[in-house]
């Protein structure tokens, strides 16, 4: 039997809990799709904790990301949900790629960075352009932590511009959103499959 492949949803909302959230609810339905290929998730709504500003793995002083960055670390799959704010993702966001800067020199048995073997994808919400931008920052940061990016890794929303409805005031999910989520699970839960028996090797000498 194959082994069981697990995800975690970073959510990267400005809003704390129990507050609706739009990159919440397009990350939650990530980890439905990824349900369906028989990978199991949970979510964390950074903004709920106190992560302190930094680049490495522990901030000291009540900082609470080494529990979230355990976290990371026993999941396959990673999921950062953003919405966009200016056109870019959000402070919160930013903020989990600094202190991923870190485990570039936490290496594991075999001397390999530690998010090695691992598959990030993205759930992007806005009621303004920017998912392509956030895109294309996100996957360069998180690649070069050492995690993998699958084909068409990111599902996205983006309203009208200038407007103010959001992903979560929708009557239903658009058509084109729902299929792309769950293309997105399927090619993440395959590549996290692959790299999960057949490993990277450690980086040259």
């Known amino acids: 039997m194959e082994p069981k492949l697990t995800a975690l949803c970073l959510v990267c909302t400005l809003k704390p ?14 980890l ?25 793995a522990d901030m000291g002083d009540g900082d609470e990301w080494p529990a979230i960055r355990q976290k ?8 950062i949900a953003t919405p966009t704010w200016m056109g870019h993702m959000t402070s919160v966001a930013q903020r989990v790629l600094e202190r991923l800067d870190a485990e570039l020199s936490e290496l594991d048995e075999a001397g390999r960075p530690s998010m090695f073997d691992k598959v990030a994808v993205a759930a992007i919400v806005g009621n303004e352009d920017g998912a392509h931008q956030i ?5 360069q940061a998180l690649n070069d932590v050492g995690f993998s990016v699958p084909t068409q890794g990111v599902t996205y929303w983006n309203g009208e511009a200038m407007g103010s409805v959001d992903y979560k005031d929708l009557p239903e999910t658009p058509e084109k959103v729902a299929t792309t989520t769950k293309s997105v699970a399927r090619f993440a839960a395959h590549l996290a499959g692959l790299l999960k028996a057949t490993p990277y090797p450690a980086p040259a000498a």
């Open 17 to 30: 809990s129990p507050a609706e959230s739009s990159a919440d609810l397009l990350g939650g339905q990530l």
């Open 32 to 56: 439905q799709a990824l349900a369906a290929e028989g990978v199991a998730g949970d979510t964390v709504r950074v903004v709920d904790h106190d992560v302190k500003p930094g680049v490495e």
């Open 72 to 79: 990371v670390l026993a999941a396959d799959i990673l999921v």
């Open 135 to 139: 895109t294309a920052e996100l996957f």
